[in-house]
């Protein structure tokens, strides 16, 4: 019983260049969320997807792109990497966003040089 | 302005000890509350979600209340076990669409023996 599984989880990117971030889930869930955290601040939101192939910006989006092309997988783009998005990403999912349990990921760790 | 801002931002007690979180917030319309704990390199993980109508709930040592009229919320930590070290983020989620979630920032306990 996998739940959210994101790869990779640990990556080193040097400025420009481009990367993709893969979530996967197999609860069947609609809602599927890429957040960012930061030290000190709380989770951000940088996109979403309210089903299988629709994207919604979020609080955060800029120099990112995502594609829902499956329901169970929600892929985050890093098109040019710069240092500011150094940080640690999380997906999640969730069956409904008033009721339903929020599952994460386990996280990625990006680091940009 | 939806925010949710969580006290004390750490925390540190004898194992065996109690310990209670606050969680207040100024989200609007309201859904639900949820707190989560992460693990350090870890997802978070929920621990309760409580709607308008309900104003405690338990999951074990941990259980959360709710004063919906206050807009505050607590976690109150009973026996700690070292196990307990983590992050706990109170989230607050509007009535709505997909990112109606607001997260806090955090209190980051430690148990100590």
């Known amino acids: 019983n996998a739940g959210v599984t994101q790869t990779p989880k640990f990556r080193v990117l040097k400025t420009g260049q481009s990367m993709t971030l893969l979530c996967a889930q197999d609860?069947?869930?609609?809602?599927m969320y890429w957040y960012r955290q930061d030290p000190g601040m709380g989770l951000r939101l940088i996109h979403y997807?309210?089903?299988?192939?629709?994207?919604a910006k979020g609080e955060v989006p800029d120099g990112y792109n995502v594609s829902r092309l499956k329901k169970q997988n929600f892929l985050l783009g890093l098109e040019s990497a710069a240092p500011s998005q150094t940080s640690v990403y999380f997906c999640?999912?969730?069956?409904?966003?008033?009721?339903?349990?929020?599952?994460f990921g386990e996280g990625s760790r990006l680091t940009v040089l | 302005k939806n925010q949710v801002e969580q006290s004390p931002q750490s925390l540190i007690i004898l194992e065996g000890k109690n310990c209670t979180l606050q969680?207040?917030?100024?989200?609007?319309?309201?859904?639900?509350l949820r707190w989560y704990k992460q693990d350090t390199g870890r997802g978070p993980v929920s621990l309760t979600i409580?709607?308008?109508?309900?104003n405690t709930k338990s999951n074990g040592r941990y259980t959360a209340t709710l004063d919906a009229d206050t807009k505050q919320s607590s976690l109150h930590i009973t026996a700690s076990q070292l196990s307990d070290s983590a992050s706990y983020i109170c989230?607050?989620?509007?009535?709505?669409?997909?990112?109606?979630?607001?997260f806090g920032t955090g209190t980051q306990l430690k148990v100590e023996l």
């Open positions: 409580m709607t308008f109508s309900e």
């Open positions: 969680c207040n917030y100024t989200v609007s319309p309201f859904s639900n």
């Open positions: 989230v607050v989620s509007r009535t709505g669409g997909g990112n109606k979630l607001t």
């Open positions: 999640a999912s969730t069956s409904g966003v008033n009721t339903g349990e929020l599952f």
């Open positions: 609860m069947n869930h609609e809602y």
């Open positions: 997807s309210v089903g299988e192939g629709t994207t």
